[in-house]
C-alpha cells in the first residue's frame, strides 16, 4: 500500500479571511421565511411568504415534536442487528415529524458592481432532497442531507432589487435508520468576489517533508484565470510571519508552493498548533482575490510493524462515534453545543472521533483541529443495496462520487483528519458487486486525496474475508466481532485491524438494576437499561472486551465506541417497544450529562489526571440487608471499600476476567444507608486518593451548575446549566423524579431542556421537564444585546434555584 511509504499531510481549517475590495462572504442566518407543507409557486420571485414563520439557520424544523409512535412506524427486518423476521419498530427515527415537505425563502440585494462578479450559494447541509430556486429559476439540486454543496447564481440576479432564495426539501418516509432531522440545518453562505479569483475549494495545503528543524509546506491553489501571481505569507498562532513567497509560474489552473516553516511545531491531539496561510492572488498590480486558511503541521502513517503513527509516534485511537444530532437541540448545527460535547470526550481522555454515519459539519472539524482530536470522516450508510426502503440506494448511481468529491474538497485541509470512511455496514460486503464498489470508491477518495487512508466499518466479517472486499481497504474497520480479530487478522494483508465501532454496551444514567449479571438484549418493564455496564446488544459486547484487545495486540490499532453521546432513534434493546425514542448507548446521555460508563473509560483514556468513581448510588429504601454490589473505576490498581467505616476488604485487579482487569467489584456487598468510602493505593501501599457518597435525604433543593458563566450577544452562543435536586445538606437526591420550570429573564432567552430519560415524551422547547434520576439541562441562549441574564428555576416543594449569568 502506498499508504505505508509516503508520509501524511498536514491539513488546514476552512477559515476565509475578508479583503471587502476583493471577497465579501454573508452568512445568510437571519429573517428565512419556512413552512411545512407543499405550497404552489413558492419558488417564485412575487409569491407572498409574509403568513410563513421566521425562523433562523441552522433550523431543525422537526425537533419541536411532539412525539409521536405512528411516525415513521417500520415493520422491517434488521439484518446488521442479526434479526431473521421482521418486527414493529417505533422509535427507530426518534418518533419526531421529520417526514413531509418544508420550504425557505430568503431575500437579499446585489449591486450593479456586484453582477460584474461571480457569486456563490453555499450550503454545508440541508435535510434533504434539495431543490434550489433563485428569482423563480431552478438552480440546481442535492439529494443528499449531509452533503455539501454550491451553485454559481451570478447569472440569476438583479442588481438594486431583492432578490430570492427559495429552497424545497422532501424527506421521504422509511429513509433513515435513526432521527435524520429536517431543515437546513447547516450554514448557508453568500460569496462574491471577483472572476480572476480563487476556485472554491480551490487550496491543497499538505506536508510533504518534516526533518527535525524545517517542515516543508506544499500548497496547490487552483484559480479562474491565467497569467495571475500569488503571494503567500505564513504566520505561527502568535501571528509572527515565519516564511513567504511569491509565485510567478501559472500551470493551468493552478498554482504550485513549496514553503519552508523552520523549526516547526507539530500538531497532535496533545499540542493541537495551528499556522495561519495568508494567499493573495494578484493581476498585475491589482489585489483580485485573497483567501486566510487555518493549517497544522503533522504527518500520518500506517504500517505493520508500527500501526497508526502521527508525527512518527505510535498512536492508538480512543475514539467515540458521534451521529450528528445534538440531543434536545436536533440537528441544527451549533458550534458551543459541539464545544461542550468535545469539552466532555477530552476530559474523558478521548483522542478520536467517527462521524457516524455522515459527513461532518465544517464546524466540528474546526474544533477537533483547534481542541485536538483525530477525525474519521465517514460518507454514506449505504450504497447500492438497500438497508431502508428510501435511502441513499436511489441515489447511489448518479451521485456518489459527486458527494465523495465534495467531502474531499470542503475538508481536505483539516488536520484532524486522518482517515475517510466509504461506507458503514453497507449491505453490498456480500458478493462481487460489493467488492467492486468498494474498489471504486476507494479509488475516488486516493484521486481527490492521495494523502489519506480509506475504510469501511464492516460488520459482516466472514463475508469481507471471504469475498476480497476487506482485503483490498487500506484500513480494515471491524464493527464488533471481538471473536474473529484474530482470524481477520490472519487473513488480511494489511497487517493491523482497527475497530470502527465498538462496545454498544447499553445502560441508563443512574438506574441499576438487580441481580447484577453480565446478559446481552436485556429488557424490564421501566424500558431502561442497567447502569452497572454489563448490558449490551445481541451483535456487540462490553466496554472491557475491546479493552483487551487495545492493550494486549499491537496490530489492533484503536477503537471508535458506540456512542460518545446518546441519539434521538435506535432505542435498542427497546426499538419494539412504547415509549423510547433515544438510544441509550452513549457514554453520556442526551443532556450530555455522564453515564458511569464514562469513568470506566476515563480510568483508561485519561492518563494525565486521577479517576476515582464509585457506582451505584446510595439511596436505596426497601432494599436494606439486600445485596448491593459496589463497583469501582479507576486507574490505580487497588482500592479498599467502606461502608460507614467498616472495611468491605481490598480489591486489586487481576486477570480473572475481563472485567476483573478493568474493574475493581465488590459483589456480596449489602445495602445500608450511610456512607460508602473508597481509598485508592498506590504501588507501595500508600494511599493514592479517596471518595465517598452518601445517603441523600429528602430532596430540599436545587444545585445549579453552569458549564460557563458568560455569553457573547451574539444570538447564538449557549450556555447548559446542571440541574440537580439535592437534600438540605447539598447531597444530590439520585432517585428525585420532580417537575421543575424554568424561566429567563434579561439579555438571555430559554433555549431547550433535556433529562436523559430515553422514554420521556416531553417536547424540549418547553420550560418545564420532570428530572430524570435527579438530574436534567437546562440551556440558555444569548441575545444580540448585552447584559445581565437571570435564570431562576421552580419545583413542587423545592426551595427555587436561581443563577446569574452575563452578556457580553
Known amino acids: 500500500m502506498f499508504f505505508k511509504k509516503v508520509p501524511f499531510l498536514i491539513l488546514c481549517t476552512f477559515s476565509v479571511g475578508l479583503f471587502a475590495q476583493e471577497r465579501e462572504i454573508t452568512t445568510l442566518s437571519d429573517n428565512w421565511k419556512f413552512t411545512k407543507g407543499e405550497v404552489q409557486n413558492a419558488q417564485n420571485i412575487a409569491f407572498n411568504d409574509t403568513d410563513w414563520e421566521t425562523v433562523s439557520v441552522p433550523h431543525d424544523w422537526a425537533i419541536y415534536g411532539p412525539f409521536d409512535k405512528e411516525i415513521d412506524k417500520q415493520t422491517v427486518k434488521i439484518e446488521q442487528n442479526g434479526e431473521d423476521k421482521a418486527t414493529e419498530k417505533t422509535g427507530r427515527t426518534g418518533s419526531l415529524p421529520f417526514i413531509g415537505v418544508g420550504w425557505y425563502r430568503n431575500y437579499f440585494s446585489v449591486s450593479k458592481a456586484d453582477l460584474e462578479k461571480q457569486i456563490l450559494l453555499t450550503f454545508d447541509g440541508a435535510m434533504s432532497n434539495a431543490k434550489v430556486y433563485v428569482n423563480g429559476t431552478f438552480v440546481g439540486e442535492r439529494p443528499y442531507g449531509y452533503s455539501y454543496f454550491y451553485f454559481d447564481i451570478s447569472e440569476y440576479l438583479i442588481a438594486d432589487k431583492e432578490n430570492v432564495i427559495a429552497v424545497r426539501l422532501e424527506n421521504q418516509p422509511f429513509s433513515s435508520r435513526w432521527y435524520p432531522g429536517a431543515g437546513i440545518y447547516r450554514k448557508v453562505q453568500l460569496i462574491k468576489k471577483n472572476k480572476k479569483s480563487f ?30 501571481r500569488i503571494e503567500t505569507t505564513i504566520k505561527n498562532a502568535e501571528g509572527d510571519v515565519v516564511a513567504s513567497t511569491t509565485e510567478n509560474d501559472q500551470f493551468g489552473d493552478q ?18 498548533y495551528l499556522y495561519t496561510s495568508e494567499l493573495k492572488l494578484y493581476k498585475g498590480n491589482q489585489l483580485v482575490d485573497s483567501q486566510k486558511i487555518q493549517f497544522g503541521v503533522r504527518f500520518i502513517s500506517y504500517t505493520a510493524e508500527n500501526g497508526f503513527q502521527l508525527n512518527g509516534k505510535t498512536t492508538k485511537f480512543k475514539g467515540v462515534c458521534l451521529h450528528h444530532d445534538l440531543g434536545p437541540l436536533g440537528i441544527a448545527v451549533n458550534k458551543e453545543a459541539l464545544r461542550r460535547q468535545l469539552t466532555i470526550l477530552k476530559d474523558m481522555g478521548c483522542n478520536a472521533i467517527r462521524s457516524s454515519h455522515n459527513m461532518p459539519s465544517l464546524e466540528q472539524l474546526e474544533l477537533c483541529d483547534e481542541m485536538g482530536f483525530l477525525f474519521l470522516a465517514e460518507s454514506f450508510d449505504e450504497w447500492k443495496k438497500p438497508k431502508v426502503k428510501n435511502g441513499y440506494n436511489q441515489y447511489f448511481d448518479n451521485w456518489a462520487e459527486k458527494d465523495v468529491v465534495n467531502l474531499v474538497k470542503a475538508t481536505k485541509n483539516h488536520p484532524c483528519i486522518v482517515m475517510w470512511s466509504a461506507g458503514n455496514e453497507v449491505p453490498d460486503q456480500y458478493g462481487s458487486e460489493g467488492v467492486k464498489r468498494a474498489k471504486w470508491l476507494q479509488e475516488v477518495f486516493h484521486r481527490e486525496d492521495p494523502t489519506r487512508p480509506v475504510t469501511v466499518g464492516m460488520d459482516q466479517v466472514k463475508a469481507v474475508m471471504a469475498s476480497g472486499f476487506g482485503a483490498l481497504l487500506d484500513i480494515p474497520g471491524l464493527n464488533y466481532r471481538v471473536h474473529l480479530y484474530e482470524e481477520a487478522y490472519e487473513k488480511f494483508p494489511q497487517g493491523f485491524i482497527m475497530g470502527s465501532e465498538t462496545a454498544s454496551t447499553v445502560s441508563s444514567r443512574g438506574i441499576y438494576k438487580f441481580p447484577v449479571e453480565n446478559g446481552y438484549n436485556k429488557q424490564y418493564e421501566d424500558l431502561q437499561s442497567s447502569s452497572y455496564d454489563v448490558e449490551y446488544c445481541s451483535w456487540s459486547n462490553l466496554p472491557d472486551d475491546d479493552f483487551v484487545l487495545q492493550d494486549d495486540k499491537p496490530w489492533v490499532i484503536g477503537e471508535f465506541v458506540w456512542t460518545g453521546f446518546d441519539y434521538l432513534g435506535e432505542p435498542t434493546p427497546y426499538d419494539e417497544y412504547w415509549p423510547s425514542r433515544s438510544s441509550y448507548f452513549g457514554i453520556c446521555d442526551l443532556a450530555g450529562l455522564p453515564k458511569d460508563r464514562y469513568y470506566l473509560y476515563r480510568s483508561r483514556w485519561n492518563t494525565t489526571e486521577n479517576t476515582l468513581h464509585i457506582l451505584p448510588h446510595w439511596n436505596w429504601e426497601g ?3 439486600e445485596t448491593t454490589p459496589i463497583f469501582v473505576y479507576t486507574n ?25 482487569r478493568y ?28 471518595k465517598e457518597i452518601k445517603t441523600a435525604g429528602k430532596p430540599h ?14 444570538g447564538e452562543d449557549l450556555i447548559f446549566i446542571t440541574v440537580s435536586v439535592v437534600d438540605k445538606n447539598g447531597i444530590e437526591c439520585p432517585t428525585a423524579t420532580k417537575m421543575l420550570k424554568v424561566n429567563v429573564k434579561g439579555a438571555g432567552s430559554f433555549k431547550a431542556i433535556c433529562n436523559g430519560d430515553a422514554t420521556s415524551l416531553d417536547v424540549f422547547h418547553e420550560p418545564n421537564m420532570e428530572t430524570f434520576s435527579g438530574k436534567l439541562v437546562v440551556i440558555v441562549q444569548s441575545k ?16 427555587h434555584g436561581k443563577i446569574q449569568l452575563q452578556s457580553e
Open 623 to 625: 432494599r436494606e440487608g
Open 636 to 660: 490505580f490498581k487497588k482500592a479498599e471499600l467502606f461502608i460507614n467505616g467498616k472495611s468491605q476488604g481490598v480489591q486489586e485487579k487481576s486477570n480473572k476476567t475481563h472485567q476483573n
Open 255 to 272: 498554482f504550485i508552493q513549496n514553503i519552508k516553516i523552520e523549526n516547526p511545531k507539530l500538531w497532535s491531539p496533545e499540542n493541537p
Open 199 to 228: 476556485q472554491h475549494w480551490g487550496q491543497t495545503i499538505t506536508t510533504t517533508q518534516i526533518l527535525e528543524k524545517e517542515a516543508l509546506v506544499h500548497i496547490v491553489s487552483k484559480v479562474n484565470e491565467k497569467n495571475l
Open 701 to 714: 433543593h436545587l444545585k445549579l451548575e453552569p458549564n460557563k458563566t458568560m455569553l457573547k450577544a451574539n
Open 784 to 799: 444580540k444585546t448585552a447584559g445581565p441574564i437571570e435564570v431562576s428555576i421552580k419545583g413542587s416543594g423545592l426551595k
Open 663 to 690: 474493574r475493581l467489584m465488590w459483589m456480596d456487598t449489602k445495602y445500608e444507608p450511610g456512607t460508602v468510602k473508597v481509598v485508592a493505593y498506590n504501588d507501595d501501599g500508600t494511599v493514592a486518593m479517596e
